[in-house]
């Protein structure tokens, strides 16, 4: 991933939202920034986050850091990953973009920008690498909404992966598991029925994922037979 092809140092926005997987990304990021002379080793205006879920205390934080005096003449960075975030998260983030601090500069590494609300998208830049491939969200409210049996299909691609695949279908596994995260939460907020307990399983799921050698097949169908549907 080379990301010296989509932003340019001498025209810098104040914020990026770029697709793409976490390792490469962030080490993508990590390059360009050393490539624009800025470096993110002992440099206290280089900020480097990583969530699994980006909560409200989370981009409180940002805020505040970002409100902070910098040194003098030095562009002060922010680069951001996670792969979900809650409405308050993003309205909170939201007064930041709003309220540009200047020569300061976010960039958020996300799976899909489709996890964003709008009128956040609207105040980043989109940036989206070779590797934003994994175009989730559909097939996650495709999900919501099937029958058990049809979900077991829907998600057949990734529980009978071959040997050489399982890799692959372990990250689309997390990146899905993921993308249902944010539907759930709006469906909480709409007074959806057991979706308190829908979501616990999710996260069991999620950290489930981030081991070595997880059971796909057996976290995605628990998933599959037991979330709510409509």
Not at 202 to 223: C, D, F, M, N, Y
């Amino acid at each position: 991933m080379d990301l010296r092809l989509h932003i340019n140092k001498d025209h810098l926005s104040h914020a990026y939202v770029i697709e793409g997987a976490r390792e490469s990304g962030l080490s993508a990021l990590r390059e360009l920034m050393e490539s624009f002379g800025i470096a993110t080793k002992g440099n206290s205006d280089y900020h480097e986050y990583e969530f699994e879920a980006l909560l409200i205390e989370h981009a409180q934080e940002i805020r505040r850091e970002q409100g902070m005096r910098g040194a003098e003449g030095a562009k002060k960075i922010f680069v951001v990953a996670f792969n979900s975030i809650i409405h308050e998260s993003q309205n909170a983030l939201l007064k930041t973009l709003e309220e540009p601090t200047e020569d300061t500069h976010f960039f958020f590494l996300v799976r899909t920008s489709e996890i964003l609300l709008p009128t956040v998208r609207s105040r980043m830049q989109l940036v989206r690498t070779d590797e934003a491939d994994i175009d989730v969200l559909p097939l996650a409210r495709e999900f919501l909404r099937s029958t058990p049996s049809v979900r077991m299909k829907l998600i057949e691609g990734m529980t009978k992966a071959k040997t050489d695949d399982k890799p692959r279908a372990k990250e689309e596994a997390r990146v899905f598991v993921s993308a249902l995260e944010p539907l759930l939460y709006e469906k909480l907020q709409s007074g959806g029925q057991g979706i308190a307990i829908a979501l616990e399983d999710i996260l069991t799921a999620k950290r489930e994922l981030q081991g070595r050698a997880p059971s796909v097949k057996l976290l995605l169908e628990h998933l599959a037979l037991t979330l709510p549907y409509s």
